[in-house]
């Protein structure tokens, strides 16, 4: 489809594989766009199906009422302008929402390549490289100092609802329920909240009904 056409659409990848998918299909979900899913089957690499759509090269890429926006950051700006509930309403919480969604956005890259997103697949246990084990610190230490300071007693990053920030560490969560990391019970019960979210939920639903041929064996593990 040529890149200009008025199309309200979200282009993703494989809902099994792809992790930045996954987070702007929640995000457009939450606030409740009206767009049609386009779904392109991911080579495991360079897609070439996904280059014809997306000015990137890359998935997800949101066609909204004229926008065109690629990125899923830049995606979930644009969902939390229809609906700024996406981010928490406090000024100074809403720095750290976007401060550690950034972070996530922009790093963690070694547990990306050593933990890649395979819903609904487990993995036999593995050692961790230090460099892997340094990014898993990091992302439980984020997630505890932020549930300590703004969930109260919500279960989520900033309380009972989902945000921007829940979103970007959604496929995090998947990964560490893929791979099965040693966790500290906040975490745990953290991962567990996320993955019981009826959105989470319905991703993985339509994830495991994707057709067998799609699937990449190296991204595989034991389904439970
Ligand atoms: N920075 C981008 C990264 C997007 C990305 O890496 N997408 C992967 C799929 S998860 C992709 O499209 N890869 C090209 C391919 O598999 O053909 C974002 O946040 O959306």
């Not at 993703?12 to 089957?41: N, T």
């Not at 997800?60 to 981010?87: N, R």
């Not at 961790?128 to 990091?138: G, N, Q």
Request: proline residues 7%; charged residues 20%; aromatic residues 10%.
């Amino acid at each position: 489809m040529a890149i200009g056409a008025a199309q309200n659409r979200l282009y993703l990848g494989s809902r099994r594989y792809s992790s930045w998918s996954l987070r702007a299909w929640l995000a457009v979900r939450l606030v409740g766009l009206d767009v049609e899913e386009q779904i392109i089957p991911l080579a495991g690499g360079s897609t070439p199906a996904v280059k014809a759509v997306s000015p990137s090269g890359m998935v997800p890429f949101l066609q909204h009422d004229g926008a065109m926006i690629w990125d899923s950051l830049a995606i979930l700006e644009y969902c939390a302008e229809h609906q700024p509930k996406l981010w928490p309403a406090e000024r100074i919480a809403r720095a750290h929402a976007r401060a550690i969604s950034a972070e996530m956005h922009a790093g963690f890259r070694e547990l990306r390549i050593a933990m890649p997103m395979s819903c609904d697949c487990v993995f036999a246990p593995q050692a961790f490289s230090p460099a892997v084990r340094a990014d898993l610190e990091r992302i439980e230490a984020l997630w505890a100092q932020t549930r300590a300071r703004y969930a109260g007693v919500g279960v989520f990053l900033f309380g009972n609802e989902m945000t921007g920030a829940d979103i970007m560490y959604a496929p995090v969560i998947s990964r560490f329920l893929t791979y099965q990391p040693a966790l500290s019970a906040d975490s745990a019960a953290y991962v567990a909240a996320v993955r019981a979210h009826p959105l989470v939920e319905s991703w993985y639903q339509a994830a495991a009904a994707e057709p067998p041929e799609w699937r990449i064996d190296r991204f595989e593990g034991i389904k439970p």
